[in-house]
């Protein structure tokens, strides 16, 4: 008899780390949690937390461990939510050198006990992060992926939603380039109840004469920020996304999600990692989807991908 068993191990037990393995446990996700971190105390003491949640939850019981790297070799899912975060006036990118250092010892732990899986990054700045994971893994790259912009299309939705007045999971479209600063909107792609949304403003012009189209990037771009200032970080839209992507690996979902995924050709990029829809399955990425950018969004892409270039140099001179 086969027996398929969903495993998933989490570096980092920080609020992000702790906030996915929570979401996970709350939707039954997976059937085993194993928490790693430098600090074991704090992992152990996650892990009772959230083993206490059990009795609580509707469906299968989730069984949450502590572990170590060496216990990932047979893992299908390591999650990476380890690293910097900025501090007060830096950006993403400012957490390069600190989240590498991290990202590069976790790679290899994790490597060295034999892992095949796929790996899951959410640490920042993402997209950067996750290029070095596939650098560092040898993996092929559609088992490598960031959380990317799906944090950022999902806070697009909601900004749009409060406009249109409109559940945001009726919204479709995405936020593609870096997870950051020099990010922007498809708005080409945008559409609600699959019509277009720049064709709706542009046929109700009083009813909408609030929304902003330069302005609303600037908002998804700063929303991180604006929550930091308040409450000192974000975690848990991003344990959710992580989640969501998880779900989306085992049950081998075909959904599209934008992610941060090693280009190789796509978009006219190669060699970099960089937010994009991709088709989700249980092999990871299963396809890039390539969308017919406008000539505007072709130079903002191109763009993004100069930003990051620039700061790849940092660890891949």
Same mark, same amino acid.
């Given at each position: 008899?086969?027996?398929?068993?969903?495993?998933?191990?989490?570096?980092?037990?920080?609020?992000?780390?702790?906030?996915?393995?929570?979401?996970?446990?709350?939707?039954? =996700?997976?059937?085993?949690?194993?928490?790693?971190?430098?600090?074991?105390?704090?992992?152990?003491?996650?892990?009772?937390?959230?083993?206490?949640?059990?009795?609580?939850?509707?469906?299968?019981?989730?069984?949450?461990?502590?572990?170590?790297?060496?216990?990932?070799?047979?893992?299908?899912?390591?999650? =990476?939510?380890?690293? &910097?975060?900025?501090?007060?006036?830096?950006?993403?990118?400012?957490?390069?050198?600190?989240?590498?250092?991290?990202?590069?010892?976790?790679?290899?732990?994790?490597?060295?006990?034999?892992?095949?899986? =796929?790996?899951?990054?959410?640490?920042?700045?993402?997209?950067?992060?996750?290029?070095?994971?596939?650098?560092?893994? &040898?993996?092929?790259?559609?088992?490598?992926?960031?959380?990317?912009?799906?944090?950022?299309?999902?806070?697009?939705?909601?900004?749009?939603?409060?406009?249109?007045?409109?559940?945001?999971?009726?919204?479709?479209?995405?936020?593609?380039?870096?997870?950051?600063?020099?990010?922007?909107?498809?708005?080409?792609?945008?559409?609600?109840?699959?019509?277009?949304?720049?064709?709706?403003?542009?046929?109700?012009?009083?009813?909408?004469?609030?929304?902003?189209?330069?302005?609303?990037?600037?908002?998804?771009?700063?929303?991180?920020?604006?929550?930091?200032?308040?409450?000192?970080?974000?975690?848990?839209?991003? +344990?959710?996304?992580?989640?969501?992507?998880?779900?989306?690996?085992?049950?081998?979902?075909?959904?599209?999600?934008?992610?941060?995924?090693?280009?190789?050709?796509?978009?006219?990029?190669?060699? =970099?990692?960089? &937010?994009?829809?991709?088709?989700?399955?249980?092999? +990871?990425?299963?396809?890039?989807?390539?969308?017919?950018?406008?000539?505007?969004?072709?130079?903002?892409?191109?763009?993004?991908?100069?930003?990051?270039?620039?700061?790849?140099?940092?660890?891949?001179?």
């Amino acid at each position: 008899m086969k027996v398929s068993t969903r495993k998933v191990a989490i570096v980092g037990t920080g609020l992000v780390g702790s906030s996915t393995a929570y979401s996970l446990v709350n939707q039954n =996700i997976c059937d085993e949690i194993m928490l790693i971190d430098i600090n074991r105390e704090r992992a152990v003491g996650e892990a009772m937390d959230l083993q206490h949640c059990v009795d609580f939850t509707t469906t299968a019981r989730t069984k949450v461990s502590v572990g170590s790297y060496e216990d990932c070799g047979n893992m299908d899912i390591v999650i =990476i939510t380890a690293g &910097g975060p900025p501090k007060p006036g830096q950006t993403r990118l400012d957490t390069l050198e600190v989240s590498a250092s991290i990202a590069k010892t976790v790679v290899q732990g994790v490597m060295a006990s034999g892992f095949n899986g =796929i790996f899951l990054v959410a640490s920042n700045p993402v997209d950067i992060i996750t290029y070095l994971v596939w650098k560092e893994s &040898g993996l092929p790259r559609n088992q490598v992926i960031g959380t990317g912009t799906s944090i950022d299309s999902s806070r697009l939705k909601q900004i749009l939603s409060q406009h249109i007045d409109v559940d945001p999971r009726s919204i479709h479209g995405f936020v593609l380039g870096e997870h950051g600063d020099s990010s922007f909107v498809a708005w080409s792609h945008v559409t609600i109840g699959t019509k277009p949304f720049l064709q709706i403003i542009d046929e109700h012009k009083e009813r909408f004469s609030d929304i902003n189209l330069n302005e609303i990037p600037v908002q998804v771009q700063k929303a991180g920020f604006e929550i930091l200032a308040r409450k000192g970080t974000t975690y848990y839209a991003i +344990g959710n996304a992580l989640a969501y992507i998880t779900r989306s690996i085992f049950n081998d979902d075909y959904k599209v999600i934008a992610v941060s995924a090693v280009l190789d050709g796509e978009y006219g990029m190669t060699d =970099i990692c960089i &937010g994009v829809p991709a088709i989700i399955t249980r092999e +990871g990425i299963k396809e890039i989807v390539e969308l017919n950018l406008a000539p505007d969004e072709k130079v903002k892409f191109a763009q993004s991908n100069d930003v990051l270039k620039e700061y790849m140099t940092k660890i891949y001179a």
